[in-house]
């Protein structure tokens, strides 16, 4: 089994910065692709930022410029530092990662449960 644990989220006013990390831990051999998710409310979830195993990334336009998506060397730790925050960037951000359980095998997606984000003053 594959586990991803988000942390990170918090109450932050118009303009402000938070930083969430996604840890995985489990059964993984290789992990490909991580990205974060956020599904506000009456809303459906939608792509933020993705990441690569060679670093590649890709933001939603609505947040190009304002976040920033990383992995650490080992490449199970993912981040997501988010600058200039906006009452719109207000949802619930999931963690996904691509992950093949041992050598071989295709990636399957899983999904952390999620940090709340909310943006206000």
């Known amino acids: 089994q594959v586990q991803l644990v988000e942390s990170g989220g918090g109450l932050v006013q118009p303009g402000g910065s938070l930083r969430l990390s996604c840890a995985a831990s489990?059964?993984?051999?290789?992990?490909?692709?991580m990205g974060w998710y956020r599904q506000a409310p009456g809303k459906e979830r939608e792509l933020v930022a993705t990441?690569?195993?060679?670093?590649?990334?890709g933001y939603a336009d609505s947040v190009k410029g304002r976040f920033a998506i990383s992995r650490d060397n080992a490449g199970n730790t993912l981040f997501l530092a988010m600058n200039s925050l906006k009452p719109e960037d207000t949802a619930l951000y999931y963690c996904?990662?691509?992950?093949?359980?041992?050598?071989?095998?295709?990636?399957?997606?899983?999904w952390g449960q999620g940090t709340q984000v909310t943006v206000s003053s």
């Open positions: 990441i690569s195993s060679g670093e590649g990334t």
């Open positions: 489990g059964s993984i051999f290789i992990i490909s692709r």
């Open positions: 996904n990662a691509e992950v093949s359980t041992y050598w071989g095998s295709a990636p399957r997606p899983y």
